[in-house]
């Protein structure tokens, strides 16, 4: 609950809940496209550079359900301070890492000190506003929380082109001193910390479990998956530790998790829609920027301003649902956007090479608008009717199943693209006729490429991944139209007046 003060300072402390959302959202998508020059700056291999991702990735998967205990037990207001500091130090300790494993530790640091700032912020303004103002709240959130990893690539590319890769990191710094001052001035400390008895075992294995789980994902498609002794390994270690946490939640007095957060059904339909909802728009995010910069000459900072649209189609779409909750029926909201949504990934299966922005930017626009609608009424109708005292184990439960959704869709789509890349390649060759136009085309290149063998791989190995391309845009397709039934599971709130909205003095 807000106190009164609390109330009082709406205002700047909204202002410095989104500072810290941005900050944090942003952190998952500026790196991207830096990592050739980080890899290069720190003598690293391919292999060895993704780190530099997952480390970031992991540790916060793992502190995310460890947030809303700790903000019972030492307060919200500490929580933030303590999470922001950590978070802006370690951005500054990777921009001035000098060697692979410094950047890793950091950016492990900086998983472990952002992992509170998104569903923490998310429960504050929860507490803030009265339920009527939900779907504006949501929506303000939102635009904050997601148009961080939209416009991440472009700000990232810009930075390091005309600066250098180290100020995607450094980038953070004013904005994080001015989250914490916001915080520290307007936010107040709170009452006597209340905090339920710590479940060491559950918290334990459902560290194990999210961790082993993360590093079967990222690592199966460099390991040749299931054929590898360690993805086995991760595999059984993941699925044992999954079960001990679910014996100890169901039969522990005080379970990590509280047991009546799985009986609203809102609210585990939601989270459940929020893992998909994860893989659709981060793997999108993932896969576009190499397509463009790998296959169609894009340079990072153009692959990052051809994505930008779609951050314009997502703030448009939040700002204008949140004048729609209370209004129209939710479902059918989102409903609209899953239909956006499976509109622009059809539009991306028509993509192909010789093709200018133009079909890049309209899908990314559909998307952008089909997320916007998404986002914001799944917030609002997965904690509505969750109970006060849940909200900060609800909004952990609920950020840790999105970025599971994000890192597995990650590694998923690439590892079939990896895959289908290789079969459509090796189909493509064997079709290979003398009188084919395009073998022409490439034999004609060969006083320019040196061999007109060299031009004819080349051109097939682009067209391979093209279709590889299609084919993960066809999956995400079928997942997007198979969420649609899970709307019939979900029941809209009935909002309530602004005077059920309790203060604590």
Request: net charge neutral.
């Amino acid at each position: 609950m807000a106190s009164a003060s609390d109330i009082a300072n709406r205002v700047p402390i909204t202002i410095s809940l989104m500072l810290a959302t941005i900050m944090n959202s942003l952190d998952t998508t500026i790196a991207n496209v830096a990592l050739p020059h980080i890899q290069g700056s720190v003598s690293a291999s391919p292999d060895q550079i993704t780190w530099v991702l997952t480390s970031y990735l992991i540790a916060t998967a793992i502190m995310t359900p460890l947030s809303g205990w700790l903000s019972v037990r030492i307060g919200r207001k500490a929580m933030f301070t303590i999470s922001i500091a950590g978070f802006t130090a370690a951005s500054m300790l990777c921009g001035i890492a000098t060697s692979l494993p410094e950047i890793v530790a950091f950016r492990l640091l900086q998983g472990l000190f952002g992992a509170s700032l998104i569903p923490l912020s998310q429960a504050v303004m929860l507490d803030l506003y009265p339920p009527r103002q939900l779907g504006q709240v949501m929506a303000l959130w939102g635009a904050a929380a997601i148009l961080g990893p939209i416009f991440g690539p472009a700000i990232g590319g810009w930075l390091t082109d005309n600066l250098s890769w180290r100020w995607v990191f450094y980038i953070n710094l004013p904005i994080g001193i001015l989250a914490f001052t916001g915080i520290w001035l307007f936010m107040s400390w709170g009452g006597e910390a209340k905090a339920k008895p710590f479940d060491f075992l559950g918290f334990g294995a459902l560290t194990v479990f999210v961790g082993a789980f993360q590093l079967c994902v990222d690592r199966g498609p460099s390991q040749d998956w299931f054929s590898s002794s360690e993805i086995w390994t991760e595999a059984i270690i993941g699925v044992i530790a999954l079960y001990v946490f679910l014996v100890q939640t169901l039969t522990a007095r005080h379970p990590f998790f509280d047991r009546s957060l799985a009986l609203d059904r809102n609210f585990v339909t939601c989270t459940a829609f929020g893992f998909f909802i994860g893989i659709l728009l981060f793997s999108t995010m993932a896969l576009l920027p190499t397509m463009m910069q790998q296959f169609m000459g894009y340079t990072a900072l153009e692959s990052g301003l051809a994505s930008m649209p779609r951050g314009l189609g997502s703030f448009v779409a939040m700002f204008a649902v949140g004048r729609l909750i209370g209004r129209i029926d939710t479902r059918l909201i989102l409903l609209t956007g899953l239909s956006l949504s499976a509109i622009s990934l059809w539009q991306m299966t028509q993509f192909d090479l010789s093709m200018n922005a133009t079909p890049i930017v309209i899908a990314g626009v559909v998307q952008g608008v089909g997320i916007g609608l998404i986002f914001v009424p799944l917030s609002t109708l997965a904690f509505t009717t969750v109970a006060p005292h849940l909200r900060a184990e609800a909004t952990g439960v609920y950020t840790l199943m999105r970025s599971l959704g994000s890192s597995v869709g990650i590694s998923i789509m690439q590892a079939l693209w990896t895959s289908n890349a290789a079969v459509v390649h090796s189909t493509l060759v064997a079709h290979i006729a003398p009188g084919d136009p395009v073998v022409g085309a490439a034999l004609a290149q060969a006083p320019a490429l040196g061999s007109g063998l060299e031009s004819l791989n080349a051109e097939i190995t682009r067209q391979a991944a093209m279709v590889a391309y299609l084919d993960d845009f066809k999956v995400m397709l079928i997942i997007t139209l198979a969420c649609m039934p899970l709307l019939l599971l979900m029941r809209t709130p009935k909002f309530a007046p602004e005077a059920t909205h309790a203060i604590v003095e």
